[in-house]
């Protein structure tokens, strides 16, 4: 279940293969190193600064209320539901990160600063920090992010970012996706 640990200062250093899509130029590409930047994170965060691994920014664009259990599903629908969709949400700042953020806090499967999936976990925070060019501690805002998706992800994209994701057969991320592109995601 832990198979990922023993490499746990270094999850985001491995070279990853990428897919074909609109990150399919960087096949092979070496990752930024966010974890192992992590330990220097301000151990103070500002309370205005949602903060974010790497794979969870295109998670809350697909979201739509369901979660792992009760608090899981109340605390994102709060930060995702309640923040960044609210009106005026283009403009929270955001923080990317390279272990447990805002959205895993109340996780079942959280364990720390890692989660009991953490080898699965850690390959989709590559993809999507290689996918969307994310340095380590990036701050930007949810507009800018949104606009990184679009230039970097295109629709179809998914099956291969994300992997075996149990989210990915519902379609939702992919519809979302491809409403961002389309200019129409609410
Ligand atoms: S398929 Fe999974 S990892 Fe990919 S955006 Fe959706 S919830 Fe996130």
Redesign the pocket.
Known sequence: MFGGLSCAVCVFSGIVSAGQGGYGAAMKTRAPDLTLADSAEPALDKADVVRFRP??F??AI?FEGKGYSGEFTENMTAIVLDRLRAEGGEATQMRVVGQTDDICAPCPKRRGRLCTHQQGISR?DRAHALALKFEPHEELTWGDALERIRENVMPGD?SK??GS?R??DYGM?EAALQRLHDGVLD
Do not use: S
């Open positions: 794979h969870h295109l998670c697909g989709l998914l970012l994300c994701c989210w990915l991320c």
